[in-house]
């Protein structure tokens, strides 16, 4: 069996807020309802954290600074009235970049009933990511993902042959 990197308990939540409301809604129409019975701010042009992961390092070993290594980041925002799902991969500088965005559709939505369930909702997509990256690269977690925080600092991402792992589609076109 193969080592995992990005195990469950590396992940874990950030909740706003818009979780609570997030975890008692039914679909996007209750959402928007909710926020408005609970008086919260929102502006359609900001994008809102409603349950962020933190960040997850790899590659500590390549650079002399602890401070710089790869990471990973993802998580649940509220961004022009959509619910998305979405993943960063930050380079060794701090430079990061959206690599994956998914708009959650109304089912998604209330399925997410409490934060074990974004949790194990963003850990399930994040776990498709490593077996995407694991698939790309090679057959050994950590020499995949050396060759992926090289990609990273490169900007040559195969990213078509990583994502392809992921259950969920990049749809945001859809609602654009």
């Known amino acids: ?25 039914s679909g996007y ?6 926020i408005i019975e609970n008086s919260l701010e ?3 042009k900001k994008v809102y954290e ?11 070993h390549l650079y002399e600074d602890l401070n710089e290594m790869n990471s990973i980041s993802t998580g649940i925002y509220l961004e022009k009235s959509l619910i998305t799902f979405r993943i ?11 690599i994956f965005k998914h ?13 074990t369930n974004i949790k194990e909702y963003i850990y399930s997509h994040i776990d498709e990511l490593e077996r995407g990256i694991i698939n790309t ?18 900007r040559k991402l195969p990213l078509k042959s990583i994502l392809e792992f992921l259950s969920i ?6 609602f654009s």
């Open 29 to 34: 129409e209750d959402f928007d309802s909710k």
């Open 88 to 98: 960063f991969i930050w380079g060794s500088k701090g430079e990061g970049f959206e």
């Open 103 to 115: 708009v959650l559709r109304g089912e998604e939505i209330s399925k997410l009933n409490d934060i």
């Open 42 to 44: 929102y502006d359609n």
């Open 169 to 174: 589609d990049n749809n945001i076109k859809d």
């Open 1 to 25: 069996m193969q080592a995992k990197f990005l195990s469950k308990d590396k992940i874990f939540i950030q909740p706003t807020k818009f979780a609570d409301i997030l975890i008692k809604s």
């Open 137 to 154: 690269y090679d057959n050994d977690t950590t020499e995949a993902f050396k060759k992926f925080g090289i990609a990273i600092e490169s």
């Open 50 to 60: 409603i349950a962020q992961s933190g960040f997850v390092d790899f590659n500590q």
